[in-house]
């Protein structure tokens, strides 16, 4: 059981470049989610989703698409990627979306642009 | 407006206890999460509480009181591995998506 499995690791990118990250969860969760953390600034929410075929933004969606094809899956892409965008993105995942259950995090990507 | 709001930074001996600390101020309360990070890695779940009192699980603990918006993560018998950043989460409405995350307390344990 991997659990949440991010790639990749790393990435440096140059302003104006695009990329997916990439996300999958072999626990056959159906909430899954996209955060980024910057120092001093807390874990904020990009996207979510509540099952394959339905996504929605989170609290800081400009900059950044999702799609959920499988229940597994869920990539985030960045389009043209800015200094802004310069952060550690984790992916998660939830059994379901209530109160008691706690997400279960990927181990992150750091993403530079420069 | 919604704010959670933790200690920046603590630092304790191993072998003692410490108490961090988490209050919060939310349009709804479905449930407080705290969860461990580790330098470089990612968030781990600890501790769940919905109902005021003390949820014991080996030698950590939390605590809830919900009149007074307050919760604590108590370790006990610090070990230097405890050294992470601990993070409080607020669920302000019955779905996972609403969670409002506190900034996290980094902890240090000296020998």
């Known amino acids: 059981n991997a659990g949440v499995t991010q790639t990749p690791k790393f990435r440096i990118l140059k302003i104006g470049q695009s990329m997916t990250l990439q996300c999958t969860q072999d ?11 910057d120092p001093g600034m807390g874990l904020k929410l990009i ?6 075929g339905i996504t929605d933004k989170g609290e800081v969606p400009n900059g950044y698409n999702v799609s959920r094809s499988t229940t597994e899956d869920f990539p985030l892409r960045l389009e043209l990627a ?9 992916c998660a995942s939830s059994l379901t979306g209530g109160e008691n259950s ?3 995090f990927g181990n992150g990507t ?5 | 407006g919604q704010n959670i709001d933790q200690p920046t930074e603590m630092t304790a001996t191993e072998g003692a206890i410490v108490q961090i600390n988490c209050t919060y101020q939310t349009s709804g309360f479905n449930g407080l999460f705290w969860y ?3 330098a470089g890695e990612a968030p781990t779940f600890l501790s769940y509480n919905v109902l005021d009192g003390l949820e014991e ?5 939390s605590f809830l009181s919900r009149s007074k918006g307050y919760s604590y ?4 018998e610090l070990q230097m591995k405890d050294s992470a950043s601990y993070l409080c989460a607020v669920n302000g409405a019955g779905n996972n998506r609403k969670l409002i995350w506190g900034l996290g307390t980094s902890l240090a344990v000296n020998p």
Not at chain 1, 110 to 114: D, E, G, H, I, P
Not at chain 2, 57 to 61: A, L, Q, W
């Open chain 1, 27 to 37: 626990m056959n969760h159906n909430y899954m989610y996209w955060y980024r953390q």
């Open chain 1, 102 to 104: 706690p997400l279960h």
């Open chain 1, 110 to 114: 750091r993403l530079t642009v420069t």
């Open chain 2, 57 to 61: 699980k080996g030698r950590f603990s």
């Open chain 1, 82 to 90: 800015a200094p802004s965008q310069t952060s550690v993105y984790f």
């Open chain 1, 47 to 52: 996207y979510y989703s509540v099952g394959a």
């Open chain 2, 73 to 76: 993560l108590l370790l006990k």
């Open chain 2, 36 to 38: 461990q990070q580790h």
